[in-house]
Structures are given as structure tokens and as C-alpha cells.
């Protein structure tokens, strides 16, 4: 069983719906949990950062973390073609990203379709 | 205020020749992290350099090796290239024991 899974997609949505993605994990260590966009043949961007169990909101993006399935989404409101990318989930330990890296989905493809 | 850098942004060699990819932080940050994206197999961590020391690696063989300068730029090595070793190299830099990472556009290696 891989560390954290990702559906690899593609998600294919109309512009303005709602998107949902998921990942879920096994290691019970993991407690900071990240969300990256990557655009075709960019480096990964920091879209969502989150702690422990909860929501974070920042603009039309949601995070939602539930530890106790250990499960985690990102939801973005009002979707955009420019929404179109790899959204990738990473998380890791409580000694912090630098002592073991952090581990990755292996990433999304969402299509906006205008 | 400028994001984390790489250079160069291709890279193409032959099997067995050494590759060497560089990588600036944000500045203020010490924490400089290599990261390895080859196709199908999604991003995994390679190096963790702090205060110009490794202080980490990944599941990755001896021959993947780097340095940290007193300026906290970083240097990676890939001695002996393999053709599996194609793939897009990714730097990140944090903040000392701050987990958010933020990434460069990365260095794409191709081995021949």
C-alpha cells in the first residue's frame, strides 16, 4: 500500500462547478498537510497549508483535513479554465518537512472546461 | 520578492556523464530541499541541506550527492548518469523547521 493515494484523474468539470479532490493516506504521523498546483512543465506552487484536522479557506479555495479517516480534500469554488493543472496533495511528520522530505500524491489532472 | 530559482532549465547528457544542477533560495530562507519528478512515479524526496549541512536524503543511491553554500544556494551531482535518472529536478527552500516548502520551476535532465 502506497504512503498516500491520489485518483490521477483526469477530472474533467465545466466552468463554475465545484471540484473536489481527495487524498488518503496510512501513516498516522503525518500532521501537516499541504496542496500544490503544478502547471505543465512548472515547478509545484503552494496553494493550501494546513495543521492537524480542520477546514482552511483562502478565496475559492477549501481545505478540509479529517484525520481520523485520514482523508484529505481541497474544493475549489467557481472553477476557471486558468484552474486547469496537476493539484498535488504532500504532508508530512510532526519533526517537519526537512527530517524525512515531504511525501506526495502522485497528483491530479483537472480540466476546466470553458 | 523572487521566488526560489534553477539553473539550468534543460539539461541533456549521455549515460555515465556527471550532471551538476543549481538551485537559490528565497532569500532568508536556510533550508534547501532536492526533490526528484520522474514520469509516472510523482515527486520524491532526494535532500534536505540546512546551514550548509546535509542533514537528510531519501531512498536514493550515493551517487546523488550535493553541498550547500555559505549563501544557502545548493548544488546537486548525479554521478554516473542512468537513462532512469531522466526526469524534472525540483528544488525547494523553507524557513529553518518550517514545513512549508516553495518550489523553483526545476531543472529537466535528460539522460541519452
Known amino acids: 500500500q502506497k504512503e498516500v493515494e491520489q485518483d490521477p484523474g483526469p477530472l474533467s468539470v465545466p466552468e463554475g462547478a465545484i471540484v473536489s479532490l481527495n487524498c488518503t493516506y496510512s501513516n498516522s504521523a503525518f500532521q501537516y498537510f499541504m496542496w500544490y498546483r503544478q502547471y505543465s512543465r512548472k515547478g509545484p506552487e503552494l496553494l493550501m497549508y494546513?495543521?492537524?484536522?480542520g477546514n482552511k479557506e483562502d478565496g475559492r479555495f477549501t481545505a478540509q483535513v479529517d484525520k481520523s479517516s485520514k482523508y484529505i480534500s481541497l474544493f475549489i469554488r467557481d472553477s476557471q479554465p486558468s484552474d486547469s493543472a496537476t493539484y498535488l496533495c504532500a504532508m508530512s511528520g510532526i519533526t517537519g518537512g526537512g527530517a524525512d522530505g515531504l511525501t506526495f500524491g502522485k497528483g491530479t489532472h483537472l480540466i476546466i472546461q470553458p | 520578492e523572487a521566488g526560489v530559482t534553477q539553473s539550468p532549465t534543460h539539461l541533456i547528457k549521455t549515460r555515465g556523464q556527471q550532471a551538476t544542477l543549481r538551485c537559490s533560495p528565497i532569500s532568508g530562507h536556510t533550508s534547501v530541499y532536492w526533490y526528484q519528478q520522474a514520469l509516472g512515479l510523482g515527486l520524491q524526496f532526494l535532500l534536505w541541506?540546512?546551514?550548509?549541512?546535509?542533514?537528510n536524503r531519501g531512498n536514493f543511491p550515493p551517487r546523488f550527492s550535493g553541498r550547500q553554500f555559505p549563501n544557502y544556494s545548493s548544488e546537486l551531482n548525479v554521478n554516473a548518469l542512468e537513462l532512469e535518472d531522466s526526469a524534472l529536478y525540483l528544488c525547494?527552500?523553507?524557513?529553518?523547521?518550517?514545513?512549508?516548502?516553495?518550489f523553483g520551476p526545476g531543472t529537466r535532465l535528460t539522460v541519452l
Open positions: 494546513t495543521y492537524s484536522s
Open positions: 541541506y540546512d546551514e550548509g549541512e546535509e542533514r
Open positions: 525547494a527552500s523553507s524557513l529553518y523547521s518550517h514545513n512549508e516548502q516553495f
